[in-house]
């Protein structure tokens, strides 16, 4: 059996702080793994747009010498012609190595898995999780930290249809000493089956507020999100919602020097774009930093040691 990352989950914590350890290899010695995958071809199928996770996987495995096929939107493969993700899944793992997938359906990923013999990641499935930016979150958090744990984390903006929210909070609770702030409107508060099953069954406190301002101070890492307008079921809710938080220079005066400010991006409207100037920003970071992790997964996936 291949293996295959649909949840982060799927990696101890182990596993994932070897995966850093990687990554970290990879940006200081990138010629190294010039050639780590050569003949090896990525596919990237791409049910639903993206500019970072797409782009991201195909850089890193041309990257590590390797080549990619694929495609990014579905009206370009044959399930425009009514083809399921599992015979899809089956004709790609003929071509390719390894296959990085993005579907608009929570759990898709999970059922084309059944279909291939190929190492299968979830790159992102409806509402639900997103896996790899949440590796891509880790590895930022332990750059800019030095450690993952020992620190409180502010959620903030659309935690209900949010699934880089939903993974990065599945991946913290397993580090120690990580105190969760949920900052969103009542309507978009973090799913109850998150809850549940990350925070409250294993007893760890967490906090939920509507305002940002009262909890800035608290907060060593602010993980901003954009309210997810295609998720929503109609644009009336949307507009109420989209700017109930905008992140802007005065905000972020009360928050601590040594803030940490992620987004896993598109930003809309939800960080003003006089904060990136802000020595705290870490989210264009962050985009750098999921070139390398993804390097450091495939890798592990197809078993190869450089
Ligand atoms: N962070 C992220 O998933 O971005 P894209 O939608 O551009 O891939």
């Known amino acids: 059996m291949p293996r295959n990352i649909i949840d982060v989950t799927d990696l101890t914590v182990k596993e994932i702080n070897e995966l850093i350890d990687t990554a970290e290899d990879i940006a200081a010695n990138p010629e190294k793994y010039r050639e780590a995958c050569r003949y090896k071809q990525l596919a990237t199928l791409f049910f639903e747009p993206s500019t970072r996770t797409r782009l991201s996987f195909e850089s890193a495995m041309l990257a590590l010498g390797g080549s990619v096929l694929g495609f990014s939107e579905a009206n370009s493969s044959s399930a425009a012609k009514g083809e399921t993700v599992g015979d899809t899944i089956h004709t790609v793992s003929c071509y390719a190595d390894i296959i990085a997938m993005r579907h608009p359906k929570e759990g898709a990923p999970y059922a084309a898995a059944q279909y291939t013999e190929v ?42 249809f949010g699934r880089t929210v939903h993974s990065l909070v599945n991946a913290l609770c397993r ?132």
């Open 175 to 306: 580090y120690e000493d990580v105190n969760f702030v949920l900052i969103s409107p009542l309507e978009l508060k973090l799913p109850r089956y998150v809850k549940e099953e990350a925070l409250k069954k294993r007893g760890i406190p967490y906090k939920q507020t509507d305002s940002l301002e009262a909890v800035m101070p608290d907060l060593d890492i602010l993980y901003m999100t954009r309210v997810q307008r295609e998720r929503f079921f109609n644009e009336e809710d949307y507009l109420r919602l989209k700017d109930s938080y905008i992140l802007t220079p005065e905000k972020l005066e009360r928050a601590k020097a040594d803030l940490s400010i992620l987004h896993p991006l598109p930003r809309v409207n939800e960080i003003s774009v006089a904060v990136d100037k802000d020595p705290r920003a870490a989210y264009w970071k962050q985009v750098k930093n999921g070139k390398f992790i993804r390097m450091a997964l495939i890798l592990k996936l197809l078993d190869i040691q450089v």
């Open 119 to 160: 190492p299968i990641i979830n790159a992102g499935d409806g509402g639900h999780n997103h896996p790899t930016q949440t590796l891509t979150d880790l590895l930022t958090i332990h750059r800019e930290k030095g450690r993952l744990g020992g620190f409180t984390i502010g959620f903030c903006g659309d935690l209900k």
